[in-house]
């Protein structure tokens, strides 16, 4: 996967995530949305606002684990 494709589903789950319910529910879905899209298995201290509290943060985290950044 390239950096124009992570940036493509990202941006395809932010219209998903928008409609979350808690910041708790949103955290949860980022963290399954991640590893199953994107094989990247994460630790609990990885789920956390800091990394996936926006859109930019998201996918700023993913292209750093995947190498692409």
Request: charge should be negative; include cysteine; hydrophobic fraction near 35%.
């Given at each position: 996967m390239n950096k124009k494709q992570v940036k493509e589903r990202i941006a395809e789950f932010a219209r998903i995530?928008?409609?979350a319910g808690n910041d708790e529910t949103k955290l949860l879905l980022v963290?399954?949305?991640?590893?199953?899209v994107f094989g990247i298995?994460?630790?609990d201290d990885a789920v956390?606002?800091?990394?996936?509290?926006?859109h930019h943060a998201m996918e700023k985290f993913v292209l750093e684990k995947l190498h692409l950044e």
């Open positions: 995530y928008k409609t963290a399954l949305f991640v590893e199953d298995v994460l630790s956390c606002k800091e990394n996936f509290g926006t």
